[in-house]
């Protein structure tokens, strides 16, 4: 598939904006968790945060880049400062930079768009001396997609959603290429 990746711009807002709230939605519907809506809207908010400081910080603070396929979006990833919650689970990470935010819109997955995204990120992070950073999920499907992509996590925080919902934390050398 033929996808631009790029750094977003102002006016792409309103389109992400809508982006992550159907993405989102939607990893709720799959993971049988559409009823928490509270969490959910606190989600989409997050990212809409993570977007609007890349903005304001010019993509110092947060990094986005987005993938469009005939000028839709239909991809994101992002990196920044650990979460919160990387930090008080797991203080060794506080001062690696966290990949996130890495969202293929459903029409679109398997078709390449999170790995072109992941290399895209990679360049960026070799080409700012990052040689490592941390990745974490909350979500089972997206569990089974890093674990085949890195391994099994350095960390799992047992049931840290409820009974059988673990949460996963990956260390990971940034690849020579």
Not at 108 to 130: A, C, E, P
Request: charged share 30%.
């Amino acid at each position: 598939m033929d996808v631009d990746i790029r750094r977003p711009k102002i006016e792409d807002k309103d389109e992400l904006y809508r982006f992550f709230k159907e993405v989102i939605m939607d990893t709720f519907a799959k993971e049988g968790i559409a009823h928490l809506t509270k969490d959910i809207v606190e989600e989409i908010e997050t990212k809409k945060s993570y977007l609007q400081s890349d903005f304001t910080s010019a993509g110092k603070n947060r990094y986005f880049l987005l993938a469009t396929y005939e000028n839709t979006i239909v991809g994101t990833i992002e990196y920044g400062p650990v979460s919160p919650l990387i930090c008080k689970t797991h203080h060794g990470y506080c001062d690696l930079v966290e990949v996130g935010t890495v969202f293929v819109h459903p029409n679109y997955q398997k078709q390449g768009i999170g790995t072109r995204l992941l290399q895209s990120i990679f360049t960026i992070l070799r080409d700012r001396k990052i040689e490592e950073f941390c990745l974490d999920s909350g979500y089972k499907n997206a569990q089974k997609y890093w674990k085949n992509k890195f391994g099994n996590p350095d960390v799992i925080l047992k049931d840290y959603w409820g009974k059988k919902f673990d949460h996963m934390i990956w260390k990971i050398k940034v690849p020579k290429n």
